[in-house]
């Protein structure tokens, strides 16, 4: 117990370290940081009683520690988001973030008895670093699910995750596609977009929303 909480305090430095130049650093930082992260959802599972406020509390948290929330909105509306008023982006980062939180807490028990396993990490450019790993069902009732997770590494800011890809298909370009067809639809009115994440909130879609 003292040496995991030893390890668990050395990845919590590294993740807010501002990061160097060179790539073997930034995938040294760029591990650390998912270890961290599946370190903390694996303690909080390890105590979870069901309760839905909490879970919600949890999922805020590991959003706002590990990710880069704000790249991932604005990616996430695609070319439309450069013409939205700041008030329309303000409403929209809160609404798209409600969503992802939602969604995820929805889904929360199929977390339950997957084991992960870090493979491998690779350099893309000066600004990301793929952290390969892979989900296992210690049951045996699911089949292993590869994830890499593309995370931000810019020089002199600590790393944060920007994408997920199961089976190398990218959550985040998928979510963007989503949207930015929404908005097409409506013939480029991003208050399209805002209203599809209203109903979203109103009429929530339980697994694979």
């Known amino acids: 117990m003292i040496r995991r909480r030893a390890i668990g305090l050395v990845l919590s430095c590294l993740m807010f370290l501002p990061l160097p130049a060179s790539a073997s650093d930034r995938e040294t930082a760029a591990t650390a940081l998912i270890d961290s992260m599946i370190s903390d959802l694996e303690t909080f599972l390890a105590t979870d009683t069901g309760d839905e406020a909490a879970r919600t509390a949890e999922i805020d948290r590991v959003l706002t520690?590990?990710?880069?929330m704000d790249s991932i909105t604005r990616f996430s509306a695609g070319q439309y988001w450069r013409a939205a008023s700041t008030e329309q982006k303000s409403e929209y980062g809160g609404l798209f973030r409600e969503v992802l939180c939602g969604t995820i807490v929805r889904n929360f028990d199929q977390l339950y008895g997957l084991a992960y396993s870090a493979g491998g990490t690779t350099a893309k450019g000066d600004k990301f670093v793929i952290v390969q790993g892979t989900f296992t069902d210690t049951t045996g009732a699911r089949a292993p699910v590869a994830v890499n997770w593309r995370v931000l590494t810019r020089k002199g800011e600590p790393p944060r995750v920007f994408d997920i890809e199961i089976e190398n298909l990218s959550l985040l370009v998928t979510q963007k596609q989503e949207n930015v067809a929404v908005i097409?639809?409506?013939?480029?009115?991003?208050?399209?977009?805002?209203?599809?994440m209203r109903d979203r909130l109103e009429k929530p879609v339980h697994e694979g929303s």
């Open 65 to 68: 520690t590990y990710f880069d």
């Open 184 to 196: 097409r639809k409506n013939k480029g009115d991003f208050l399209a977009l805002i209203k599809a």
